[in-house]
């Protein structure tokens, strides 16, 4: 079935509990229903969203959006330790991941509880605690709206990348995720690479998944603020991958305020050296800083909130804004949101 709804209040369709709207919502459940719409009938332009968890509208959306319905798990049988599933781009994703933990299957854990859909993380390769949806992911199926024909997508076709895929960039706007072939083991594989997994664990090993499910539970519960009762869209910012010269230069200032021996938090990637932006925000003074009714969010600045529940999307972009210029000024390092703008 397909429902189409116009003037639609999207304030429950954002987790970052903005007030705006969008001319005309259209909610499908099926292949087929996808393959009757005809798009060019639909106020334009035409954007799909998953469950807005990672969304910032900056108005009113003035044509069409779709939203996939198509929620079915299935699981596609053994190859030797492996187990292969298909789940429906519009599944809720930590559901699946509960699926996986429960039945003792490897690979999923450390993704839990990331809000949002399966279709949407396989665009945008949610990741966390050292694991990204693109490890997991065998192939994509999607539908192509110029073609109007199913395609395909290898993992290797998606160009996986840190939050960034194929369908964010070139392919974007053109296919749509129906759904998701994921790749788990029945092999005890857990992956404590992680700083504050490893931690969680204080040298003992988890003996199933749902151990390490527990333990990002509880770390992601402690420093994220709760989808329920604070409005945001989880990590703002990407973490910046810099030279290991523009590094030295932040190990500087870093010295230059709290003597010799601080230590900057860092990885070294093949593409550079990634530094939290959490890391930087703090150090420019604005963990918990207010601005109307936007803050940063005061256990995690990665985290932007819409602290009072009235945050208008201005209030999110000036406090962006406000972000951005003080890291530059401070450590010469641009920011880039993480959270997409529509
Ligand atoms: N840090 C601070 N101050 C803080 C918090 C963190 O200085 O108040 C520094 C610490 O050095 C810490 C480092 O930042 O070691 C990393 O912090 P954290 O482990 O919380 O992770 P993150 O880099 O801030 C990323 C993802 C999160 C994901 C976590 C865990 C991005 C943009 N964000 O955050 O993803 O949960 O790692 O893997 O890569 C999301 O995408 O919405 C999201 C929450």
């Not at 030797?80 to 699946?96: C, P």
């Not at 990331?114 to 665009?123: K, L, M, N, R, T």
């Not at 110029?146 to 706007?173: I, L, P, W």
């Not at 201005?314 to 406000?322: F, S, T």
Request: include cysteine.
């Amino acid at each position: 079935m397909t429902r189409i709804e116009t003037h639609k209040d999207l304030t429950r369709r954002n987790t970052f509990g903005m007030k705006v709207s969008c001319a005309c919502f259209v909610e499908y459940d099926s292949l087929e229903d996808l393959f009757s719409l005809d798009f060019g009938e639909l106020p334009q332009p035409v954007f799909h969203v998953g469950a807005g968890s990672n969304l910032l509208f900056t108005g009113d959306w003035p044509g069409t959006l779709l939203h996939s319905c198509i929620k079915f798990l299935r699981p596609m049988g053994l190859e030797e330790d492996e187990v292969l599933v298909e789940v429906g781009a519009g599944a809720v994703f930590d559901s699946f991941v509960e699926w996986a933990c429960s039945r003792g299957l490897w690979g999923a854990e450390n993704l839990s509880l990331i809000p949002g859909e399966v279709g949407a993380a396989a665009v945008q390769n949610i990741g966390a605690y050292g694991v990204e949806a693109g490890d997991i992911i065998v192939r994509v199926n999607c539908f192509d709206r110029e073609a109007r024909e199913m395609v395909t997508f290898e993992n290797a076709d998606c160009r996986y990348g840190y939050r960034t895929s194929f369908f964010k960039e070139e392919g974007k706007g053109r296919y749509i995720i129906t759904s998701v072939l994921f790749r788990l083991s029945r092999k005890y594989n857990p992956r404590l690479e992680y700083g504050n997994i490893r931690s969680a664990f204080d040298g003992r090993q988890p003996m199933h998944p749902d151990d390490v499910r527990k333990a990002v539970s509880d770390i992601r519960k402690a420093k994220l603020p709760d989808p329920a009762e604070t409005g945001s869209a989880g990590s703002f910012f990407k973490n910046p991958v810099i030279s290991a010269e523009h590094f030295a230069r932040i190990e500087e200032v870093a010295r230059a305020e709290s003597g010799p021996d601080v230590r900057v938090p860092h990885f070294d990637t093949p593409e550079g050296v990634k530094v939290p932006a959490a890391w930087m925000i703090e150090r420019c003074g604005l963990k918990g800083f207010r601005l109307g009714d936007a803050a940063v969010y005061e256990k995690q600045p990665l985290v932007i909130v819409n602290l009072t529940g009235k945050a208008a999307p201005e209030d999110i972009l000036a406090l962006e804004r406000k972000v951005i210029a003080a890291v530059k000024d401070k450590f010469g390092v641009e920011l880039h949101p993480e959270v997409e703008h529509i």
